[in-house]
């Protein structure tokens, strides 16, 4: 595997089931991002972690909770969401969150639709 | 608070014909100005980047922008556009540490 992957690819849930998103990077990369893609909005970005610590966290609400085990992986674990929180979260990463002119390196996305 | 704007939503063009994606930035220092491509269910790339020097960058797949700081504008551009083009078009400003500030995007059509 190259790059950044994530799984699942797509995801339909209940408002009140418990899941998790899975983002991996294969870069050597020491920053990770969560962003959410909403239809006719700019990305948002909602987490950022760099050497598996959090740095921000845009005034997300508490039903999405990131988790950095390492540099390599990103979760991000879904419980008791709202129709809106439908879109495509897409997980980036960076060489090294310090320094400026860092290129993101996106995965594919999880396409996450809440019934 | 820093800000980009694609003014157009949706550009459809022939193939073949000449493309200008517009992006328009606020920020009070140096820019460092980025655009990424999204094709149908795959993440972003990242066609080109603009950190100083030449204000004239070229990109993968055959795209240029210019930068132009009189006009707060970075558009990008490509001389012959192909089939495979079609896809959205994000434009992004970075602020500080590796934050990226996106704009709305723009959707492209190629028609044969």
């Known amino acids: 595997e190259t790059g950044v992957t994530q799984t699942p690819r797509h995801l339909v849930m209940g408002m009140t089931n418990k899941k998790s998103l899975k983002c991996e990077q294969h870069l050597g990369h020491n920053a990770m991002y969560w962003y959410k893609q909403s239809a006719k909005k700019p990305l948002e970005l909602m987490f950022v972690y760099s050497l598996e610590e959090r740095v921000e966290n845009n005034s997300v609400p508490s039903r999405f909770s990131p988790e950095c085990p390492n540099s390599s992986h990103l979760f991000l674990h879904l419980h008791t969401l709202q129709p809106e929180d439908s879109a495509l979260y897409l997980c980036?990463?960076?060489?090294?969150?310090?320094?400026?002119?860092?290129?993101?390196?996106f995965g594919p996305g999880t396409r996450l639709t809440v019934l | 608070a820093q800000s980009v704007t694609q003014p157009d939503i949706h550009i459809t063009v022939s193939e073949g014909a000449s493309l200008e994606l517009r992006c328009n930035y606020s920020?009070?220092?140096?820019?460092?100005l980025f655009w990424y491509v999204q094709s149908p269910g795959q993440g972003l790339q990242l066609l080109l980047k603009?950190?100083?020097?030449?204000?004239l960058v070229q990109g993968i797949k055959g795209f240029e922008a210019e930068f132009k700081r009189s006009q707060s504008s970075f558009n990008l551009r490509k001389p012959s556009v192909h089939w495979s083009d079609a896809a959205e078009y994000f434009c992004a400003v970075e602020e500080d540490t590796d934050k990226l500030i996106f704009g709305t995007g723009t959707r492209l059509q190629v028609f044969p």
């Open positions: 980036a990463s960076s060489q090294d969150l310090k320094r400026r002119r860092g290129e993101q390196f």
């Open positions: 603009y950190f100083s020097g030449d204000t």
């Open positions: 920020y009070g220092a140096t820019p460092y």
